[in-house]
């Protein structure tokens, strides 16, 4: 058979292949693109960024644990305009598609963030809706009418393609996925991490400093797919890049038939940086072995029993 068609729609996005680097694992892009192949992927999403740079938890932060890792960073950046002074001229130099990822503590937040951003040349703008509310502490992406108010506030601000980052925590995603589509997204990013805890045995405390942290690594991906699958059902033809615990070529076709048109790589990148090419090479190999030859006519055909 020959090379398969890795194109990939994603509403009005059209990506040379269905990898996307998760944002968070590459840092501004820049650093990880030094060192890895990025001609395998269709975009790279790069860390979040407030309207005001914020400081970010204290030591420690990150954990391996036996199935992946544990994470609070507590979204450390330096406020938009001065990653926009920093990224500006690197994204113009870029060999793949940047994605700036966005978070605030209010709506007017998100989009002061996302007009910035677009003026940047990010190629879209991914809202971060798992940064938790300032007022009481819960994340955006728990409630329908606080997701689909910031997904308009953004909307209003940037005619780039907008991306709704959903948590796996949400207690009905596909609510919340509906309201933001309709409030102009053009696509979901499902999901991002879940929420975990783990302690060390020997000083009796938590493994990161805020106790509770994002869960990432392979036991993510049957609570991501379930999000996929169900939203994709429920919403279809809604485009999804699905996120969580993608490790292999496999990983990235479950993730297509469960109904992404894309398949964002995050903890694994942080291991092992030149993943894309193998996981790549992984999935054009199984595409040829089940006959398929093209990634879009795997998108949402899981069958019934």
Avoid at 66 to 76: E, R, V
Avoid at 79 to 103: F, H, L, N, T, Y
Avoid at 175 to 204: K, P, Q, W, Y
Wanted: charged share 15%; glycine share 12%; with cysteine.
């Amino acid at each position: 058979m020959a090379s398969p068609d890795l194109n990939t729609a994603l509403g009005s996005l059209t990506l040379r292949s269905p990898l996307v680097a998760a944002s968070g694992t590459v840092g501004s892009v820049w650093e990880w693109a030094e060192v890895a192949d990025v001609s395998v992927f269709g975009a790279a999403v790069a860390k979040s960024v407030a309207p005001e740079p914020w400081p970010g938890l204290v030591a420690p932060r990150m954990a391996p644990i036996a199935t992946g890792m544990l994470n609070g960073i507590g979204i450390q950046n330096p406020g938009i305009s001065a990653w926009v002074e920093d990224m500006q001229p690197r994204i113009k130099k870029s060999k793949v598609p940047v994605w700036g990822s966005a978070v605030g503590g209010d709506p007017e937040g998100f989009a002061i963030v996302a007009k910035e951003l677009s003026g940047a040349g990010v190629a879209a703008v991914e809202v971060n809706l798992s940064c938790p509310n300032l007022d009481d502490g819960a994340m955006f992406s728990f409630d329908a009418a606080r997701s689909r108010s910031v997904i308009e506030a953004v909307v209003a601000a940037t005619d780039l393609p907008v991306g709704a980052k959903l948590s796996p925590n949400t207690p009905d995603p596909v609510a919340v996925a509906t309201a933001c589509i309709e409030a102009g997204a053009n696509h979901l990013v499902l999901t991002n991490t879940a929420l975990g805890f783990g302690v060390d045995t020997e000083s009796r405390r938590p493994l990161i400093s805020g106790a509770v942290g994002g869960y990432s690594g392979p036991g993510l991906k049957p609570l991501s797919l379930r999000c996929v699958y169900e939203v994709g059902r429920s919403l279809p033809g809604v485009p999804i890049v699905g996120c969580g615990g993608v490790a292999t070529g496999r990983d990235v076709v479950e993730y297509l038939l469960a109904g992404a048109s894309a398949v964002a790589i995050g903890t694994t990148l942080l291991g092992e940086p030149k993943a894309g090419v193998r996981i790549r090479k992984e999935l054009v190999a199984v595409m040829d072995r089940i006959g398929v030859e093209r990634t879009g006519d795997l998108v949402g055909k899981v069958e019934p029993w």
